[in-house]
């Protein structure tokens, strides 16, 4: 089976520019989550989908930030415009259930460096 | 609120070592307990978890028991390999949330 998958695996941009990082989650699993990951802070849950609608985005840094899942074979996070603080790697993963078995299918990453 | 506390890393050991990562948690009820593990330029996958006081979770040589009278889901591996070289997280889940440990960087060195 493949696992999630997301694209792009590495992106630079300038400052000032869109940015929109892609998520294929494992086929039949029905929670998404979006983390980010830096060396300052770690591993932080940005939002988090069940069955395509968000259910939790307190995460989300700021404004700047959006993500969206159109269906469940597909989501998206959305960076504009885009700033140096925002370099980091970001990681989709799914789940098939939100109970307490806490086994999330993380994704390569997408290494972003905004300049 | 919940949390996670890790030892801070890099732990550093030479091939075949005995190999302890220390994890303690602050929570209310019983959370299920986890650690994962990141290899370079990978994703997390999870490595072993326990639901319940006393479970030991096992996986590739890894274990760790939930010990709840001192709060601790400490990671450990008899005789590690170069191939271990990795971060590893421990986490809990909270309310439906995982909660993660900062992650612990770990070096074999041959």
């Known amino acids: 089976d493949a696992g999630v998958i997301q694209s792009p695996r590495h992106e630079v941009t300038e400052m000032g520019q869109e940015v929109t990082l892609r998520c294929k989650p494992i086929s039949g699993h029905d929670y998404l989550f979006w983390y980010r990951q830096t060396m300052m802070r770690g591993l932080e849950l940005l939002i988090y989908?069940?069955?395509?609608?968000?259910?939790?985005d307190s995460g989300m840094p700021e404004d700047r930030f959006s993500a969206k899942m159109p269906n469940a074979s597909f989501s998206t996070l959305k960076i504009q415009p885009s700033e140096p603080r925002d370099s980091a790697v970001y990681f989709c993963a799914s789940s098939p259930y939100r109970d307490r078995s806490g086994e999330l299918f993380f994704g390569e990453g997408s290494r972003l460096t905004v300049l | 609120g919940d949390s996670v506390t890790q030892m801070e890393g890099p732990v550093t050991l030479s091939e075949e070592a005995f190999l302890t990562i220390n994890c303690t948690y602050t929570?209310?009820?019983?959370?299920?307990l986890f650690w994962y593990v990141q290899y370079p330029g990978e994703g997390l996958q999870l490595l072993l978890k326990?639901?319940?006081a006393d479970d030991k979770g096992s996986n590739k040589g890894f274990e760790a028991t939930y010990r709840k009278e001192t709060t601790s889901f400490h990671l450990e591996k008899g005789s590690v390999q170069v191939s271990d070289s990795a971060v590893y997280f421990c986490a809990l889940n909270s309310n439906y949330q995982l909660i993660w440990g900062a992650g612990t960087k770990l070096i074999i060195k041959p």
């Open positions: 989908f069940n069955n395509n609608v968000p259910i939790d």
């Open positions: 929570a209310t009820g019983y959370p299920s």
């Open positions: 326990a639901t319940k």
